[in-house]
């Protein structure tokens, strides 16, 4: 082969790679983000998912254990329910789901997510219109404002506090009550949480309240319920019940 025909061989070569290259349906794809059904990551092992609408077909969920925040959702159709019945009938392997919902969450969801699941756990702040696997100590008025707030932009982590501190009772005890069917009973009072009226200690004496004068700047809004779950995913990982990464 002459060296002229060695050329012309040479560029029949990038010729046609650059024709394969300019259809693959791969260029540009290098930098496409994640799939959104991956959720947020919140710690390592677990993700944050929210879910303002349920539309029909079922929503694609992430592949491992994950926070699916449903305070406030509402469905898109009756059909649309049928994403809570498959929740439910995969609920008995892995992965985890932790499920927050509010007094404010379609009856349909709360309704069709009642009941004891092994790999299904619902969290929500105490309130007389839902009665969930969890009940967390926070306010309404608190729970909401959180709620909004990741609804408005802010992130997961924003409504965290910078360490997330160690439960003041055993919460180790309450997961193996959930397991064995043993109702959770309601989580002690957060002192810290400025909206919880009945959060006050019953030993602290009126003399020692502050004067508007003297009060502190109010908290940074914090979303208690998704630290709750957190929690709670920790403690699993901690007795075994599942496997943490």
């Known amino acids: 082969m002459t060296l002229l025909q060695s050329k012309k061989s040479i560029t029949r070569g990038l010729c046609l790679l650059a024709g394969l290259l300019l259809c693959s349906p791969f260029i540009g794809q290098a930098s496409t983000p994640a799939d959104a059904s991956d959720g947020v990551p919140l710690i390592s092992g677990l993700v944050y998912k929210r879910l303002q609408t349920l539309h029909a077909p079922p929503a694609k969920l992430p592949t491992g254990a994950a926070v699916i925040d449903l305070r406030g959702t509402r469905i898109a159709s009756p ?142 809004l914090q979303d208690a319920v998704l630290q709750r779950a957190i929690h709670l995913y920790e403690a699993l990982v901690a007795l075994k019940r599942i496997r943490g990464t």
């Open 79 to 220: 059909e649309s329910v049928a994403n809570i019945g498959s929740w439910v009938k995969d609920s008995s392997h892995p992965p985890l789901r932790l499920v927050l919902i509010d007094s404010t969450t379609a009856a349909e969801i709360v309704q069709g997510l009642e009941g004891r699941h092994r790999y299904l756990i619902t969290l929500g702040a105490a309130s007389p219109a839902i009665s969930p696997d969890v009940t967390v100590a926070t306010s309404l008025r608190a729970d909401e404002q959180a709620r909004d707030a990741l609804d408005t932009g802010k992130s997961p982590q924003e409504l965290l506090p910078s360490k997330l501190d160690k439960r003041r009772y055993d919460e180790a005890a309450m997961v193996r009550d959930h397991a064995n069917g043993v109702p959770v009973p309601d989580s002690p009072p957060d002192l810290s949480d400025p909206e919880d009226k009945d959060a006050i200690a019953p030993w602290a004496p009126s003399a020692n309240k502050a004067s508007p004068s003297q009060s502190s700047p109010p908290a940074s």
